[in-house]
C-alpha cells in the first residue's frame, strides 16, 4: 500500500501497488505530452526563424552583388573618361612644346640672318664662320627638333598604345558587363515572358534532373498524377536523411498567354494549393508562378506568405533550386529532432498498446466478475425467496397448531356446569337424562 498526501486539506490516504502505478504513469505521459509539446514549438520557430533569415540573407545578397556591378561599371566608363582627358591633355601639351621650340628656332633663325644683313663685307669671313657655326647650330637645332619629333612620336605611339589598351580593356570589361547586363535583362525578360502549356513545367523539371545526382540523389520529385479525390498538384518533392523523410514539397506551376483575355492572380490559386498540400500530406506549399509579371514584390525573390497559409511561399523560375534547397538546409537541421520525437512516440505508442491490452484484461475481468456477481447475487435472492416462503409456511404450520392445541384446550376445558351455568333449563333435562340412565343426579361439578 501506498500512502498519498492531499495538498489541500493535507488528508493522508492508502492506495493500492497497482492504482499508484497508474497515477505515476498518468503523471508522466501529462508531463511527457507537454515536453514534447514544447519541443516541437520551439523547433518550429527556430526553423521559422532560420527561413526568415536565410531568404533576407539571399535577396540581400542579390541586391548587393547587382548595386556592386552597376557602381563597377560606373567606375570603369569614369576610369575611361579620365584616361582620354589624359591622353588628349599630354597629347596638346607635347605639340605646344614642340611649337614653341620651333618658334623660338625660327627667332635664332630670324635674328642671325638679321646679324647678317647688318654686317659689313669684312667681316664675310667672320660672318661666314658665324654662318658655319649657325649652320651648324640649325644643325644641331634641326637635330633637336628632329629628335623632339621623334620624341613627340614616340610619346604619341606610346599613348595611343596605351589608349588602345584602356581602350581593349575598356571594352572587354563592357562586353563583360553588357553580357551580365544582358544576363540580367534576360533574366527579367523571363520572368515577365508567359511560356504557354508545360515549357514552365518541363523547365522546373529540367532545373531539378540538372541537379539531382550531385545534390539529392535519395529524393523523390515526380508528377503528382493521383486526382482520387478530385484535384492534383503539379510536383512532389519528398527527401529523405536515414530512411525518415524530414522535408516534403507540393509544387504548382502557374503561367498564362499575353493573349489571354482574364489575366488571374497568384492568390487565386492559393487555396487549392493548401488543399492539395494537406490531402497529400505534404509540409511545405511553393507556388511557381509567372503570373502578375508587373508585380515588384513576387519580382524581387522569395514570398512567403505564411500570413494566409502556412508555410506557403510564391516564387519566380529561376529562384526554383533557390527555395529547394532553402527549405531542405533547414528542413535537414531539425531532421535528429524528428528522430528523437519518432523515438518517443514509438515509445509512447508501445506504453499506450500495453496500457490499452492491460485495460482489456481489466474490463473483461470487470465484465465476467460482474456477471458473476450478477448470478450469485441472483442465486442469494432466490434462496431469500425461498427462505421466506418456507417462514412463511412454517409461521402458517405454527399458527395452525396453536390454534388446534388452543381448540384443544376449550375442549377439554368444556364440562356440563360450564354448559348449564346460568342456564336452568339446560340443568333440569341434564338432570332428567341421568336419572333416566340410572346416574346420580349432577352436583354442579361434573364433566360433560
Do not use: W
Not at 500512502?3 to 493500492?16: A, R, S
Not at 478530385?230 to 498564362?256: C, L, P, Q
Not at 500495453?354 to 441472483?378: H, M
Amino acid at each position: 500500500m501506498k500512502e498519498l498526501k492531499c495538498p489541500n486539506c493535507q488528508h493522508v490516504f492508502k492506495v493500492d501497488e497497482d492504482l499508484f502505478e497508474s497515477l505515476a504513469n498518468q503523471v508522466r505521459n501529462a508531463a511527457f505530452d507537454d515536453e514534447v509539446c514544447r519541443r516541437t514549438d520551439d523547433i518550429r520557430q527556430r526553423i521559422s526563424i532560420e527561413f526568415q533569415a536565410k531568404a533576407k540573407e539571399i535577396e540581400n545578397n542579390f541586391s548587393r552583388r547587382l548595386s556592386e556591378k552597376d557602381m563597377d561599371l560606373v567606375k570603369r566608363d569614369s576610369e575611361l573618361r579620365s584616361a582620354r582627358e589624359r591622353l588628349e591633355s599630354l597629347s596638346r601639351e607635347k605639340e605646344a612644346e614642340f611649337d614653341k621650340k620651333i618658334a623660338a628656332s625660327n627667332v635664332e633663325i630670324e635674328r642671325l640672318k638679321a646679324i647678317i644683313d647688318r654686317n659689313d663685307s669684312d667681316r664675310q669671313i667672320a660672318l661666314l664662320e658665324e654662318r658655319q657655326a649657325t649652320a651648324e647650330k640649325l644643325r644641331l637645332k634641326d637635330n633637336e627638333i628632329a629628335d623632339l619629333r621623334t620624341s613627340a612620336a614616340t610619346e604619341r605611339n606610346k599613348a595611343i598604345e596605351r589608349e588602345n589598351n584602356l581602350k581593349q580593356q575598356h571594352s572587354l570589361e563592357l562586353r563583360q558587363k553588357q553580357e551580365l547586363i544582358d544576363y540580367y535583362k534576360e533574366l527579367k525578360a523571363r520572368m515577365s515572358t508567359k511560356m504557354i502549356g508545360e515549357s514552365l513545367e518541363i523547365h522546373c523539371q529540367n532545373e531539378f534532373n540538372r541537379l539531382r545526382a550531385m545534390m539529392y540523389p535519395n529524393a523523390y520529385f515526380d508528377k503528382d498524377n493521383d486526382a482520387s479525390d478530385g484535384t492534383k498538384g503539379d510536383f512532389i518533392f519528398r527527401d529523405y536523411a536515414d530512411g525518415v523523410e524530414y522535408i516534403s514539397i507540393m509544387f504548382e506551376m502557374k503561367n498564362e498567354n499575353d493573349t489571354t483575355a482574364t489575366k488571374h492572380r497568384n492568390e487565386d490559386f492559393f487555396a487549392k494549393l493548401d488543399r492539395d498540400r494537406n490531402k497529400k500530406g505534404c509540409e511545405y506549399a511553393v507556388l511557381v508562378s509567372m503570373l502578375e509579371a508587373d508585380n515588384d514584390l513576387y519580382n524581387e525573390g522569395i514570398v512567403d506568405v505564411s500570413y494566409r497559409y502556412p508555410k506557403m511561399f510564391v516564387i519566380r523560375p529561376q529562384f526554383f533550386m533557390s527555395v529547394i534547397s532553402m527549405l531542405s538546409q533547414a528542413s535537414r537541421k531539425s531532421a535528429g529532432y524528428m528522430r528523437q520525437l519518432e523515438d518517443a512516440r514509438r515509445q509512447s505508442i508501445d506504453v499506450t498498446n500495453f496500457e490499452q491490452q492491460l485495460n482489456l484484461f481489466r474490463e473483461g475481468f470487470d465484465r465476467n466478475y460482474r456477471l458473476a456477481s450478477e448470478k450469485f447475487r441472483s442465486a442469494i435472492e432466490g434462496i431469500d425467496k425461498s427462505i421466506a416462503s418456507l417462514q412463511k409456511i412454517k409461521d402458517a404450520l405454527l399458527s395452525s397448531e396453536n390454534n388446534l392445541r388452543l381448540a384443544n384446550d376449550k375442549a377439554e376445558a368444556l364440562t356440563i356446569k360450564k354448559l348449564t351455568r346460568g342456564n336452568p333449563t339446560m340443568k333440569v333435562k341434564f338432570d332428567e337424562a341421568r336419572r333416566a340412565s340410572s346416574l346420580p343426579p349432577s352436583d354442579g361439578n361434573d364433566d360433560f
